[in-house]
C-alpha cells in the first residue's frame, strides 16, 4: 500500500489513499480539494523516495470533509495560601480531510 509523510501546520503525518486527517486549520473551503506540497518521503513497501528536506514535484491530493474545533484545553494557575487563581481555556482549530491522491 502506498503512502507519504508529509508536512502541515508545523507537524508531520503519514498517510495512504483513503485516510481520514485532522490537520492544523487550512484555509479551504468544506468538500473543495487541494495538495499538499511539503512531502517528505514516499513509497510502497521497501521501494521508498525521500526527500532532502522535500521531494521536487511531489504532492498528496486531499478533501476538505469539516472544519471544527477540537475539546477544550484547560490552563490553570494557583498560588497557594495566597488566594490567587486563574483559569485559561483554549480550543484549536482543525480541518478534517481525506487523502485522494499520492503523486511521487
Known sequence: ??????????????ASVGDQLDVEKIEVAE???ANFDQVLAAGEGADIKVGAPVLEGASVG???LKQFKAPKVTAFKFRKRKG??????HRQLLTRVEVTSINA
Open 1 to 14: 500500500m502506498a503512502y507519504a509523510i508529509f508536512k502541515t501546520g508545523g507537524k508531520q503525518y503519514k
Open 31 to 33: 468538500g473543495e480539494a
Open 62 to 64: 486531499f478533501k476538505v
Open 84 to 89: 490567587y487563581h486563574k483559569t485559561k481555556g
